[in-house]
């Protein structure tokens, strides 16, 4: 059993910066894989961004690559997202979640097994 807790949602300027922290406890951290995801209001939950077990290895959705970084900290037990020129259509809640299937870099929902309960990001324009 994995619990996951995000933090550090908010409202901000289109343009603007948030860091999304996610802690997790439980199991051992690092022998997860982890991501970051979204969900808009009508809208189907969406990849944002992946990290292997031991930070090696990231994927990134297109619509935030090169935006949006990803990192975790084993020792800490915790994974951000860094969220940087943040537009309108970033306004969602974002949920992190935890992976132990042999994927690396897992991108489709169904192969998490544990997920937190989101924080709100909204972005003014």
């Known amino acids: 059993q994995v619990q996951l807790v995000e933090s550090g949602g908010g409202l901000v300027q289109a343009g603007g910066s948030l860091r999304l922290s996610c802690a997790a406890s439980?199991?051992?951290?690092?022998?997860?894989?982890m991501g970051w995801f979204r969900q808009a209001p009508g809208q189907e939950r969406e990849f944002v961004a992946a990290?292997?077990?031991?930070?090696?290895?990231?994927s990134y959705a297109d619509s935030v690559k090169g935006r949006f970084t990803i990192s975790r900290d084993n020792a800490k037990n915790t994974v951000y997202l860094q969220m940087n020129s943040l537009k309108p259509e970033d306004t969602a809640i974002y949920y992190c979640?935890?992976?132990?299937?042999?994927?690396?870099?897992?991108?489709?929902?169904?192969?998490?097994?544990?997920w937190g309960q989101g924080t709100q990001v909204t972005v003014s324009s």
């Open positions: 990290i292997s077990r031991r930070g090696s290895r990231t």
């Open positions: 439980g199991r051992a951290f690092s022998t997860y894989a």
């Open positions: 979640a935890s992976s132990g299937t042999t994927a690396v870099v897992p991108s489709a929902p169904g192969l998490y097994e544990y």
